[in-house]
Structures are given as structure tokens and as C-alpha cells.
């Protein structure tokens, strides 16, 4: 009897689910097996966590369990992945090692507060699910002073994300009438807004955060947090509620199996092969150039993108077929505008002579796109 092909998939986001469900629509669970580990059981669309920071969302109406994958003949282990070992084409978690045909690295990015000084105790985790309902409460309960967005490192998930926040955050004030008395900043170690959008996208973001009398401060290279204060390379800066982007890194494991060096992510091709036969890597665990110093940004389209190139390759691969593709780099993100309207930031990455971004007009039929996004993917994949 021939042994089905195994393919394992670290990490149950938007690149493995896709992957995984890309493989899975094209052979059945007599021709290959799939398993997904993850630590957690269950995926989220990243922008749900604005909507449960502003209270029109609770944690458990925002997420899919991945112990539905079963459904689809996709085995799911719940534990946590200690060490990949490509030596021996397997991988250990906590309680067992898995050996494998095929490898999709597909385990995001890790949050590291802890590498700013003084930030977990002073701050907030932007991005951290489990700090949502306390950020709310604060939100709900601040009657004047600072309100501090900072990013505190390059690249992180999502690039209009802080700037979505910072929106959200005024219609909430407004909301409560106390907008006038209170002041909010975005602080970033960046020049421009956006910069992997170019500085004409960046203009307009910031326009936009302007018309709301939100203030974007370019430049700011954070040094550590004190007290009520974000101390930056050549400048200080008060708050009174701060929520940070932490700096992102790649998991230990990763580091551990030498596929990127600390505190860097996986560099990919557009074919998202690593240096080991039968590893992939996908998503923001990956640093794909565009042109130095341009990557593909962080985000959960292009982590779903990645993932279904890498699915398609290896089902070709199995089907004995050539025809072997590349990732295409397209993809939006949504921003809201906190007046019920939505815009989405198109991208191309891969366009000659550089990538090329186009800015919509905001409009409540694009906040109805970016609902129908998070269903879809809630919906196809689980
Ligand atoms: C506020 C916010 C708004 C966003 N808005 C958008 C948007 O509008 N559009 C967009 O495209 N993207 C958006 N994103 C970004 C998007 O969420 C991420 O880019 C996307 O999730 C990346 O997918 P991924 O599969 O690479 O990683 P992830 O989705 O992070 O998945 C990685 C998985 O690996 C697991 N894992 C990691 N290490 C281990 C381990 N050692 N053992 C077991 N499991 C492990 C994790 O638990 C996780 O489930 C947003 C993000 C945030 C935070």
C-alpha cells in the first residue's frame, strides 16, 4: 500500500487556513493528509480586535473554533510547536513529534513588549487580544487628557491598523461628547504614514487623520516608557492612556532551526520556499523583498495569498504536473473612518516600476465589504 502524502501546517491563521483548505478542495483524504498545530483553537480576522477595543464586538462573537477543521478530514492538534528539525522532516510539540512530507511554516508573528523598557508596565498591547476589554474600559472611562497610539517597531501587522485605531477611537469620544477635551497621537518611527504605500497614499492618511484633529508625528523612535511619558530617541512625549504596536519578532522556534536570525523573519521568494526541500513559509512569520527596502507588508490577505500559491505547488507537485506558480502580491486592507464609511488601501505589490496602491473613497458599501470579508473567511474556511 502507498503511503498518502502528509502535510503539515504550523500555525491555524490566515495562511494555514487557506492553505489548507486549498489543498484540501483539490485532493481528498484519500489522496493526502493535512494537519494543522496550533496553540490556541481558534482564528480571528486581526480587525475584529479594533471593533472589541471600541465594545461593538465581544471576544467570543468574533472567533471561529479550528476544531471545526475535522469536518473537512483536516486534523487540528491543539499544543504548542517547541522545534522544527528539517533533518528528520518532523516537528515536536509539547506532548508528541510529527513527521511530514510536506511543511507549511505558517506562524505568524510574535508581540515583544518586553523589548521596550518600562512599556508593559506603562502601556497597553494594541494588538493583543486578551488587553481588548481593559483598553475599552479605559476608553470608556477617560474624561480628558492623551490618548498615545505608538509603533514601536518596523515592519508590524496591518500598517493602516494604528491609524484605523485612532479613528475609531475619535468616533468613540465623540460619541461621548468628551472629544474636544481630549487629544489624540499617532507616534511612529517612520517618515511618512505609510511608507510601503508611497508618500501620496501617506498624505492622504494623514489628511484624513487630521480632518478628525488627530495629530501623526513621524520620526519617533521609541527608547523606552516611563510613567505617563514615551521617551523617544530626541524627544519626550506625555499620555495618559498609551497602546502600543509592539516591536514583532519571529517565533523562538523559528530561530531555534536557524530559518531566520533574531530578530528577523523568514526570507522567502516568491515561490515561498525556504533553503529546506519541502518547507514553505507564508505570512507575517516571512520577509518577502519587493525592493529593498520594500517587503510585502503584513497582513492577513497577503498571508492567504502566500498560503494558496504555496497549496496550488504542492498539489502540482503531488499530481506529478510543471506548473509551478508565484505568489501575485495583491491585496487590500480596509480602513474605517469612525463615520461609518470604510476605504480599502488596493495594493500591487509587484508592479513595474514599483508597487502601486490606490486609496478608495469611503463608503458604507466598503464597510459592508469589509464585514462580508471576515464572514467569508469565518465561513469558507471553518
Ligand atoms: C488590529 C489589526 C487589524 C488588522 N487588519 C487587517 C486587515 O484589514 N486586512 C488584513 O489583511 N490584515 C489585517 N491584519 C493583519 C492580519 O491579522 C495578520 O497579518 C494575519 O493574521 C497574518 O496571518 P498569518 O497566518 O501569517 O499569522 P497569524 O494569523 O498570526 O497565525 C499564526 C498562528 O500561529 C500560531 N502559533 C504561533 N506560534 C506557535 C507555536 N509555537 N505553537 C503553536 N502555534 C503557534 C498562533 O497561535 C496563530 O494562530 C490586522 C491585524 C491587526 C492586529
Given at each position: 500500500m502507498t503511503k498518502i502524502p502528509h502535510i503539515v501546517i504550523l500555525g491555524g491563521g490566515f495562511g494555514g487556513l487557506s492553505a489548507a483548505n486549498e489543498i484540501r478542495n483539490s485532493l481528498d483524504s484519500s489522496k493526502v493528509k493535512i494537519t494543522i498545530i496550533d496553540k490556541k483553537d481558534w482564528f480571528m480576522v486581526g480587525f475584529a480586535k479594533l471593533w472589541i477595543m471600541n465594545g461593538t464586538r465581544t471576544f467570543d462573537n468574533s472567533i471561529g473554533s479550528l476544531n471545526k477543521l475535522s469536518k473537512k478530514q483536516i486534523d487540528f492538534i491543539k499544543d504548542e510547536i517547541i522545534e522544527i528539525t528539517p533533518e528528520d522532516n518532523s516537528v515536536k510539540t509539547k506532548s508528541k513529534t510529527i513527521s511530514y512530507d510536506f511543511l507549511i511554516i505558517s506562524m505568524g508573528a510574535v508581540l515583544a513588549p518586553e523589548k521596550i523598557s518600562g512599556l508593559v508596565e506603562n502601556g497597553f498591547n494594541l494588538y493583543d487580544?486578551?488587553?481588548?476589554?481593559?483598553?475599552n474600559e479605559k476608553l470608556n472611562k477617560i474624561e480628558s487628557g492623551k490618548i498615545a497610539i505608538a509603533i514601536m517597531g518596523m515592519p508590524y501587522k496591518c500598517p493602516p491598523a494604528p491609524f484605523e485605531a485612532s479613528l475609531l477611537i475619535d468616533s468613540m469620544l465623540r460619541k461621548r461628547g468628551i472629544r474636544n477635551s481630549i487629544q489624540i497621537n499617532v507616534y511612529s518611527p517612520a517618515p511618512i504614514t505609510l511608507p510601503a504605500a508611497g508618500p501620496e497614499i501617506s498624505k492622504q492618511i494623514n489628511d484624513l487623520i487630521n480632518s478628525e484633529k488627530i495629530i501623526f508625528h513621524n520620526s519617533k523612535k521609541i527608547k523606552n516608557v516611563k510613567t505617563k511619558k514615551l521617551i523617544f530617541e530626541n524627544d519626550e512625549a506625555d499620555f495618559d492612556i498609551l497602546l502600543a504596536i509592539p516591536p514583532h519578532i519571529a517565533p523562538k522556534v523559528v530561530y531555534d532551526c536557524k530559518l531566520a536570525t533574531?530578530?528577523?523573519?523568514?526570507?522567502?521568494?516568491?515561490?515561498?520556499?525556504?533553503?529546506?526541500?519541502?518547507i514553505f513559509a507564508v505570512g507575517d512569520v516571512t520577509s518577502l523583498v519587493v525592493a529593498d527596502p520594500v517587503t510585502v507588508p503584513k497582513a492577513g490577505i497577503f498571508a492567504e495569498g502566500e498560503g494558496i500559491t504555496v497549496a496550488k505547488n504542492i498539489v502540482s507537485k503531488l499530481q506529478s504536473k510543471e506548473n509551478i506558480i508565484s505568489f501575485d502580491g495583491k491585496g487590500g486592507c480596509f480602513l474605517e473612518s469612525g463615520r461609518d464609511t470604510a476605504s480599502i488601501i488596493d495594493v500591487d505589490m509587484f508592479?513595474?516600476?514599483k508597487p502601486s496602491t490606490l486609496l478608495t473613497d469611503s463608503t458604507s458599501e466598503n464597510l459592508s465589504k469589509k464585514l462580508d470579508f471576515e464572514k467569508e473567511r469565518l465561513t469558507k474556511w471553518l
Open positions: 487580544h486578551d488587553q481588548l476589554q481593559k483598553i533574531e530578530p528577523g523573519f523568514i526570507k522567502i521568494d516568491r515561490n515561498c520556499k525556504t533553503q529546506h526541500k519541502n508592479t513595474e516600476p
